[in-house]
């Protein structure tokens, strides 16, 4: 499901926002961009965001901002130094402490080193960080939420359509059955009175018994109901349940499959390719279920 987080907060010296963005994806896949000297609690951060993301495509940006410091600034001696020996080999002057020369050394690219300090660790900014995250995850969640509800009533409303298909499949899977047995018997009474020939009754009975077992979807009809049920349960369910959903429309299609296959009837492979016109839809969105 799709959804949009954000969370920004002051805690002590440190500025700290973040951004998430979710988009549908059948597995997990974290984006992660964060202020320079952060990547490296990337696994932190996916550890937290996966407790609130099973699927999905997520984009989390991470901004830490802090104060400047004396200690966040070095002067690069060797430069400095190096660039003095040009210009003293370019000009012919021997001398460079006028406070305007030194300014203008100063200035020049790579002569200061900013955020110089090599001793700060991510890792002990994490606590306020992992906070800011949650409140941003947590804003994300209520957004799928709202997304998820209206997704579930789709699939509750396509699913509602296959049981009345299936219920009308019930009731026409007996007469298929008799429709049959009219028809042979009609075709064998109008070819024994042109043959002039008899038959025995219980060759036509066997008959008809060997098609009704041939097309009993009786079996078919009591597992597609109860896969109806689980369905049910399993978008009621406040648990993940995307992977679940996607199990249970699979059996749901085989027994849809079996159902066409075996009933030998014109009226009940319409109501078939109703059933597979639904559970189509379902499978493009379950893709979306957490």
Known sequence: MTGFGEARRQVGALTIGVEVRAINNRHFKLSFRASEGYGAIESEVEAITRESVRRGTVQLNLRVERPLNVDDYRINTEVLENYRR????????????????????????????????????????????????????????????????????????????????LEAVTRRAPQVTQSY??????????????????????????????????????????????????????????????????????????????????????EISHLVVEMKTALERIREQIQNVE
């Not at 890792?123 to 939420?145: F, N, Q, Y």
């Open 86 to 165: 040009q210009l003293e080999a370019y000009t012919g002057r021997g001398e460079w402490n006028d406070p305007d020369d030194m300014r203008m050394l100063l200035a020049l690219p790579g002569a200061i080193d900013e955020h110089a300090r090599g001793d700060l660790d991510p890792r002990d900014d994490w606590p306020a960080i992992e906070s800011v995250l949650r409140e941003a995850l947590a804003s994300l969640a209520t957004m799928r939420a709202q997304e998820g509800k209206a997704l579930a009533a789709d699939l509750t409303a396509n699913s509602r359509q296959i049981v009345q298909h």
């Open 181 to 266: 047995q009219s028809r042979l018997t009609n075709r064998v009474q109008q070819a024994l009175s042109e043959l002039n020939v008899s038959v025995e009754p219980a060759d036509l009975l066997r008959e008809i018994a060997l098609f009704a077992d041939r097309s009993d979807i009786s079996e078919e009809i009591v597992r597609l109901r109860s896969h109806l049920q689980q369905f049910d349960s399993a978008i009621a369910s406040s648990e993940s349940a995307g992977r679940k959903l996607e199990f249970i429309v699979q059996e749901m299609g085989r027994e849809v499959n079996t159902i066409g296959s075996k009933a030998n009837d014109s």
